[in-house]
């Protein structure tokens, strides 16, 4: 039904920038609320940014000045832009519905590391 696609991760020193991307189908993309979410190793999974519909964003604290989420309703991909990256930042990153649809993609990881 749901399928959700993570790309863009990698490898990245402190203060560098990634951009993220999830195509998704199966659903109405252009009606739901998205959002980003990640888990770090030993933590559980947190949302960090969303986006509704019409485009308003809301972020996480730890995240709020340095990333930015943004959609294309037309592409039916949601974006991550992240910048001033922080070893904290190390996780695997995920998009989904806000709320989530119980169906997670394999994510996309990022390791941020000197």
């Known amino acids: 039904q749901v399928q959700l696609v993570e790309s863009g991760g990698g490898l990245v020193q402190p203060g560098g920038s990634l951009r993220l991307s999830c195509k998704v189908s199966?659903?109405?993309?252009?009606?739901?609320?998205m959002g980003w979410y990640r888990q770090a190793p030993g933590k559980q999974r947190e949302f960090i940014a969303g986006?509704?519909?019409?485009?308003?964003?809301n972020y996480d604290n730890a995240v709020k000045g340095r990333f930015t989420i943004s959609r294309d309703n037309g592409k039916n991909t949601l974006y991550l832009q992240m910048n001033s990256l922080k070893f904290e930042d190390t996780a695997v990153y995920y998009c989904?519905?806000?709320?989530?649809?119980?169906?997670w993609g394999q994510g996309t990881q990022v390791t941020v590391s000197s």
């Open positions: 989904n519905g806000v709320p989530w649809y119980n169906y």
């Open positions: 199966g659903t109405s993309f252009s009606d739901d609320a």
């Open positions: 986006i509704t519909s019409r485009g308003t964003t």
